[in-house]
């Protein structure tokens, strides 16, 4: 079965600088996904992006988080400027349809990122 | 908001033994629900969903029923094997950001070790 392919699966940063997490989504899928996971928390749901926008974001991407898909295969998230609490797993997915049309979600292995 | 609750785990049972994870949610208008599972070093796939109430979702032996009336979609399974051992998440389709796409509000994610 295609996979959702993320990397790193460990990345280590110090608080204030600048992280990429980078991700491969399935290649006929349109709808893309970022999500995190503190530890011992919730998954959360970060932003969706469509036809090289972002469609919804929730309270928690703010303004130090961007996404982009520079070439057409790669998806990533961008972290500008890093704090403690951005310490998590982040997942990436992919899905040819919307949730509202209950097309299932196709999820990375996520990168679990620490931040110091 | 909408939001979803899975029980705490970890949850350790013997092979063959009967298995349920509660979860329940809260949710305005007719949300899906789902449930996903992580394998060691795997990202998140869908296991089973239903999408409307009464529905039963089934998949590997696992069970899940909508049930509108407690709010609830227990993940069940007759007799557990080792290698299904994993961690367990309930979620819900949610479409309250305004747009069409709709997103995942996803439980913390219940861990299930199944010893031989």
């Known amino acids: 079965e295609p996979e959702v392919t993320q990397t790193p699966s460990h990345q280590v940063t110090q608080m204030g600088q600048e992280v990429i997490l980078r991700c491969v989504p399935i290649s006929n899928h349109l709808y893309f996904y970022w999500y995190r996971q503190i530890l011992g928390q919730k998954v959360e749901f970060l932003v969706s992006f469509y036809n090289n926008e972002i469609s919804e974001k929730s309270e928690i991407f703010d303004d130090q988080f961007s996404v982009e898909r520079p070439d057409g295969s790669n998806f990533t998230l961008k972290i500008r400027s890093t704090k403690l609490e951005d310490s998590a797993m982040y997942f990436c997915?992919?899905?040819?349809?919307?949730?509202?049309?209950?097309?299932?979600?196709?999820f990375g292995s996520g990168t679990q990122l620490s931040v110091l | 908001g909408n939001s979803v609750t899975q029980m705490e785990g970890p949850v350790t049972l013997s092979e063959e033994a009967f298995l349920t994870i509660n979860c329940t949610y809260t949710?305005?208008?007719?949300?899906?629900l789902f449930w996903y599972v992580q394998y060691p070093g795997e990202g998140l796939q869908l296991l089973l969903k239903?999408?409307?109430?009464?529905d039963k979702g089934s998949n590997k032996g696992f069970e899940a029923t909508y049930r509108k009336e407690t709010t609830s979609f227990h993940l069940e399974k007759g007799s557990v094997q080792v290698s299904d051992s994993a961690v367990y998440f309930c979620?819900?389709?949610?479409?309250?950001?305004?747009?069409?796409?709709?997103?995942?509000?996803f439980g913390k994610g219940t861990k299930l070790s199944v010893k031989p």
């Open positions: 949710a305005t208008g007719y949300p899906s």
């Open positions: 239903a999408t409307k109430a009464d």
């Open positions: 997915a992919s899905s040819v349809g919307t949730v509202t049309t209950n097309e299932k979600l196709f």
């Open positions: 979620a819900l389709s949610d479409q309250n950001y305004g747009g069409s796409q709709g997103n995942l509000i």
